[in-house]
């Protein structure tokens, strides 16, 4: 039951250099999401995708792009980090279904921009 | 603009003192409501879920929350708290079929 993966666990980035998080779930989910978690500011949300193929922004979408060419996979690039993109992102997974969404979150990536 | 406002940043409570941590919400229409919780160095896990019915939920860990939905609430309360409810609990909040909002969090220290 692996559920939502999330890769790397830990990636220090000096500013300027590109990177993507990767997400994978196993569970047939159409809903996938990204979150940044900062310390006082809770889970805002960076990009979604109801299904492949489709994608948005969220809360805080600069700095971030996003792509769903499959239902299991949505990466998380980063085309030029900034400190201030140092966080804690999380992946989400949820099957909507009549509007019954629960997500279900991958471990997170800690990232540190140098 | 649609929010989730949680009052208690941290909360510091003695063993098998009761909980109770306020979440509001500001959309207008239909919601799902959840209670997630981060123990320390973890992910986020669901402890409870509201969609419709009784509008008290009870999770997992003793853990409950009170629908009101004259005051667009839904707090969680524990009656007796213990040293591993150490954790942070964040409430959220979607309206059907859109994304989950989060509030900021509340942490809760147990203390033995």
Known sequence: NAGVTQTPKFQVLKTGQSMTLQCAQDMN??????YRQD???GLRLIHYSVGAGITDQGEVPNGYNVSRS???????????AAPSQTSVYFCASSSPGQGRTEAFFGQGTRLTVV | ????????????????????????????????????????????????????????????????AEFIKSKFSFNLRKPSVQWSDTAEYFCAVNEIDNDMRFGAGTRLTVKP
């Open chain 1, 29 to 34: 989910h159409e809903y996938m999401s990204w």
């Open chain 1, 39 to 41: 310390p006082g500011m």
């Open chain 1, 70 to 80: 499959t239902t299991e996979d949505f990466p998380l690039r980063l085309l030029s």
């Open chain 2, 1 to 64: 603009a649609q929010s989730v406002s949680q009052h208690n940043h941290h909360v510091i409570l003695s063993e098998a003192a009761s909980l109770e941590l306020g979440c509001n919400y500001s959309y207008g229409g239909t919601v799902n409501l959840f209670w997630y919780v981060q123990y320390p160095g973890q992910h986020l896990q669901l402890l409870l879920k509201y969609f419709s019915g009784d509008p008290l939920v009870k999770g997992i860990k003793g853990f409950e």
